[in-house]
């Protein structure tokens, strides 16, 4: 990378050479050993592509289990798996476990922006650090040896398998990207690699140190803590030799402090959260797959319920799990798959709230409601001094406020014929989580995620009859002759 600051570098390197007296001082690395910086540095790159990588693969993880929720949906509505209290329960597990994604994710993007940024930035010092050597090849500013302040320079530049012929940095493959990182381990070879290390190596090595030439890139005397490569690299000052702790790199106690600790530190973090996934995630997951045939039984945490039931963790047995995703699987493979998911789903849920709605008046209370709302007082009063022989409830008023007088309607059948029409249709109750946790009764239910046009409502479908075990405070049955159909 050809920047103004190595323009500068190179010209101080010129200027030392012409000099002639530079007399630096140095430990000696041999151009080969700089391939293991070369190494880390392309960890560092990769762990930021990496970290990108990541985050897609949770998203996508994710975006399984919402389509999952979805199909479940729309296999009972079709009619093709019951609505039993294990699907119920599956519907409610599924949709809880999306939602924790999502809240995780909520939480570790910023340290994955983090991970990513800070590791591409020190990347790009080292990439800089080295880059000056690469810029500086066949020319006689490349390397010193030790002695007399005679510069020479080498033929070749031996940073294989790092750099391009232009002095870049390779990028990063797609397959590095789905590798994990290596940070630790090329760390190590980094903190390990001491060939070359001597005061009076004779090899051809970088220069480092002194107040000549050296002095123009590394420091001048005035800066005994000059950071080379912001932390990665350390030089001596004055007219001391390096030691072998300070080159080519701080010690593991003085990078920790270095930015390379929070690229480091915030890789790790990402890693744990988003690439990790729970059991529960993973047995779920595998309901989306055709093959392999799901084994075992799925076990449900308690945490998932309320607190006083089910008294431990529930689980959905083998054979209902093998059930479900066969059914899965058949209705994947239909050719109107595509177009159901689309708008069957959407159609079907709105005719039957529009087919609720119409065949479940609405109450008496209701009624009454509306009424005084669209009457003044003087028509209620003589509403009401007819009484119900000759004005039954509910009143609707025709014409104007003045003409006050009540349109009698059919009269309206007795409360429970009303519920036994409602019974025959197959929508005898709401069932409403108030607080967003399933509670296990002895009822047949199912729940599904509705999404409509700028809104999500919830529906809880219950052929049959309802006879809960026990009263549940967390569950409201909300009766269809008010001719509410959402939760």
């Known amino acids: 990378m050809r920047t103004a600051s190595t323009t500068l570098i190179l010209l101080f390197l010129a200027l ?35 970290s990108a990588n990541l985050i897609g693969i949770y998203v996508s993880k994710l975006s399984q289990l919402q389509t999952l929720e979805h199909d479940i949906s729309l296999l009972v509505m079709e009619g093709v798996v019951n609505g ?20 995780a994710l909520l939480a570790e993007m ?33 390397c010193v040896k030790e002695g007399g302040g005679g510069y020479s320079h080498s033929a070749k530049n031996e940073l294989q398998g790092c750099l391009e012929d232009d002095g870049s940095f390779q990028g990063i493959s797609e397959k590095e990207q789905n590798e994990p990182t290596r940070l630790d381990s090329s760390d190590k070879a980094l903190q390990a690699d001491t060939a070359g290390r001597t005061p009076t190596g004779a090899t051809c090595v970088l220069t480092q140190h002194g107040n000549n030439g050296g002095a123009a890139y590394a420091e001048d005397g005035q800066n005994p803590d000059f950071h080379w490569g912001k932390g990665l690299f350390k030089v001596a000052h004055g007219d001391a030799a390096a030691k072998e702790t300070n080159w080519p790199l701080h010690t593991q106690d003085k990078l920790a402090k270095t930015q390379f600790s929070a690229c480091q530190a915030k890789m790790a973090a990402v890693k744990n959260i988003l690439l990790q996934s729970t059991a529960l995630q993973t047995k779920l997951l595998e309901l989306t797959t055709k093959q392999p045939k799901i084994t075992g039984k799925l076990q449900i945490p308690k945490s ?7 008294a431990t963790n529930y689980d959905v047995e083998e054979a209902q799990l093998q059930h479900l995703q066969a059914a899965l699987a058949s209705m994947r493979d239909g050719n109107e798959y595509k177009s159901k998911r689309k708008t069957k789903l959407l159609t079907s849920s709105k005719s039957l709230i529009s087919s609720a709605r119409k065949r479940c008046p609405e109450t008496a209370a209701a009624a009454e409601t509306v009424k005084k709302s669209n009457t003044n007082k003087k028509a209620d009063k003589e509403c009401d001094s007819k009484g119900k022989s000759e004005c039954n409830d509910p009143c609707v008023w025709k014409g104007t406020d003045k003409e006050g007088k009540c349109v009698e309607k059919e009269e309206a059948k007795p409360e429970e014929k009303k519920e036994e029409k409602c019974k025959e249709k197959r929508m005898t109750a709401n069932l409403r989580i108030v607080s967003g946790r399933v509670k296990l009764a002895k009822i047949t239910v199912f729940s599904t995620i509705l999404n409509f046009p700028g809104d999500v409502q919830h529906l809880i479908m219950v052929p049959g009859s309802v006879t809960p075990s026990r009263r549940n405070p967390s569950v409201r049955i909300i009766p269809c002759s008010r001719g509410l159909w959402r939760a």
Do not use: Q
């Not at 998932?304 to 089910?310: L, R």
């Open 16 to 50: 030392g050479f012409f000099a002639g007296t530079s007399h630096c001082h140095k430990a000696a690395l041999p151009i080969a050993g700089l391939t293991k910086v070369c190494t880390f540095n392309g960890e560092l790159e990769k762990a930021a592509a990496r």
């Open 84 to 103: 039993t209290t294990d699907i119920t329960v599956l519907s409610h597990v599924v949709r809880r476990a999306t939602t924790d994604m999502v809240d």
């Open 110 to 142: 910023p340290k994955a922006i983090y991970a990513a940024a800070t590791c591409s930035l020190f990347a790009g010092w080292v990439d800089d650090s080295v880059g000056v050597f690469a810029a500086a090849k066949g020319s006689t500013n490349y």
């Open 304 to 310: 998932f319920f309320d607190t006083n039931e089910p």
